[in-house]
């Protein structure tokens, strides 16, 4: 950014900025946690800290980080951006296989793998906005383009091709002009995810493991009578970062909130003593009589069910619950605690969370999507009674 157009702060934005940077308490904390989140060490272990996390959904994370090569130049025909797409290395990517070509006496059939990195804004030296792909290979898929010309016309064909099908981008590919840079922009890992064997036959959403059988003559009342299921909300709350204002792409993986504040919409509701709430460490179960309220309420993330708190609010007849999400190395510990219950649970759940995945691939192979589930764990419930709610 560097135009006044792209700035969008008031005066008094701005004057506290201004005023935050005069201080030098301020300027050493900043050059501190600037350090710490450049520091390869603290990066190394994040990176540790992510894939614990993903093989605890079930997912296999893995992080490339590229090793320049060259850098490609060309346009975006949508909308004439400039495009420079850096060719780059890793270990990370599989090696690239060559078999005879069938039917003929002369050539070979080649099966390029690649991991390709999702476009990111950068500017060019006219201080215009462009656009940023990387695209990374084997080190020996690399190194055989270096010796081998032909080779190196595949490799660039695949990378353009790749970002066409993949990201969905038109380039002009006869404008192409290799570069003697080495790389656009600062380097940027990205992650490859893929199931486990054992996510694939999971369920979307987690049955309930506390609710009791009902027999027959109990379900065909409530075929007679259905419940309304209210609307609801669920807003992850968590504290300030950095990293979330980079163009870093770990800036954009998973992280876990410090709290889940559900809102759930109860019209016609004036009173707590009508309302039956249930919260478990994966799950919220809200009845209530009159009017009729049923939910059963997954929960993306495992929360202390006796910290949460439950507020009803009997001017627009919303109930707001607030739950504490327990840390990631308490969920751990506590899923390799047995727990003496009478209802044994496997399932998962799907968090509605989003990430930033590299696009993996080959140049005659289509890539697959990639996704995760988060677990859940068998937890004891534990009861809210709302009578003692003060109106809102």
Known sequence: MSRKEDFDLT???ADRLKSALKDEKFRKLLSEYVEEISDPDNRRQYEEEIIQLESE???KAKFVNPTPGFVLKTVQ???GKKAFINICQSEAV??????PALGKLHGEDWSIPF???PGREDLDKSSQRCVVYDVVFHPETFEKSTHNSRFEDILIETALDGIERELKVKLDQKAVKKLKMKYKGMPHSTVIRKRTEDSQSVPDHPPNPWVPPIDGSKLNEQHQKPLNEP??????HDNFSMLDFTYSNESTLIRRPKKLVVSVELPGVMSADCIKLDVFEKQVLLECSDPA????LPLPYPVNEE???AHLDKATCCLTLTLPVVPAKMASLMESCPVATDTKNSSEGTPQNGSTNAQCGSHDLPSHDVGSHDPLNDAQPGSHDLNDAQPG
């Open 11 to 13: 005066q008094e934005e």
């Open 57 to 59: 959904r079930g997912v």
């Open 77 to 79: 025909l949508s909308d």
């Open 94 to 99: 599989e090696k690239a296989s060559g078999k």
């Open 115 to 117: 991991s390709l990195s």
């Open 231 to 236: 609307n609801y909300t669920i807003t992850h």
């Open 293 to 296: 309220y049923h939910l059963e």
């Open 307 to 309: 910290k949460c708190v």
